[in-house]
């Protein structure tokens, strides 16, 4: 047998990006609240696998420092996934936020938001890399509210439809 090759560009498939033992569970309020990288990261694996957060709110209790880390899009990277929850930056930001998807489509921290809430939330500072449809905030989305939020990282779109704060909108 031969061993499996991958690319710069999909080694986020090798290792999960976050501690095993993170969890990521809705306290009494059923919210799900982020205070840490791993708990961020977890959030972006358990959309990959298929929960959209559809009708759930997910709060961040402190800023997140994202420094020596690459983020998998929330959503999105052509997996067909979005993010479809309310997202409470509760006014903190994300720091040194890294992703670097040269060849994904829907590439941001949400890579792919639909019919979701994304409010006070900031991005201080970073790097994301995407192809078709790549933003700060969200790389695509569709029928979203996004309040109170900013983006500061720089952005480079391989393809069409990049911007700053969010690269392609519908709805």
Request: proline share 3%; aromatic share 8%.
């Amino acid at each position: 047998n031969s061993l499996p090759t991958y690319g710069i560009t999909n080694t986020y498939k090798l290792l999960k990006q976050y501690d095993p033992s993170a969890t990521l569970v809705p306290n009494e309020n059923g919210i799900y609240e982020i205070s840490t990288a791993d708990e961020l990261c977890l959030l972006s694996d358990m959309v990959a696998q298929g929960n959209s957060f559809s009708g759930k709110t997910v709060v961040l209790t402190q800023d997140i420092n994202m420094l020596g880390r690459s983020l998998l899009p929330i959503g999105g990277n052509s997996s067909g996934l979005s993010f479809s929850g309310t997202f409470d930056g509760q006014g903190h930001v994300i720091k040194n936020l890294q992703i670097f998807e040269p060849e994904g489509e829907g590439v941001g921290l949400f890579g792919k938001a639909s019919k979701a809430t994304i409010r006070n939330l900031g991005i201080s500072d970073g790097l994301v890399i995407g192809g078709k449809a790549t933003g700060g905030l969200v790389g695509l989305g569709s029928n979203i509210t996004i309040e109170n939020s900013f983006s500061r990282c720089n952005v480079i779109s391989y393809n069409s439809f990049g911007g700053g704060l969010v690269g392609q909108l519908g709805g």
